[in-house]
């Protein structure tokens, strides 16, 4: 499992800006897949979890 710095470091290497976070939202869905929760996109490019 990912620490928080090993993610904050991935996360800083995918080149989104502004409103287009597509690989960010997959990114932080992947990560939540290892927990159990229930994962929603209430908007596009949001991810939301529910514990």
């Given amino acids: 499992m990912p620490t928080i710095i090993e993610n904050r470091r991935n996360l800083h290497q995918i080149p989104e800006i502004e409103l287009t976070t597509q690989k960010t ?7 939540l897949d290892l927990y159990d929760c229930t994962i929603d996109h209430p908007i596009p490019n949001s991810v939301t979890a529910f514990f």
């Fill in 25 to 31: 939202a997959q990114y932080i869905e992947n990560v």
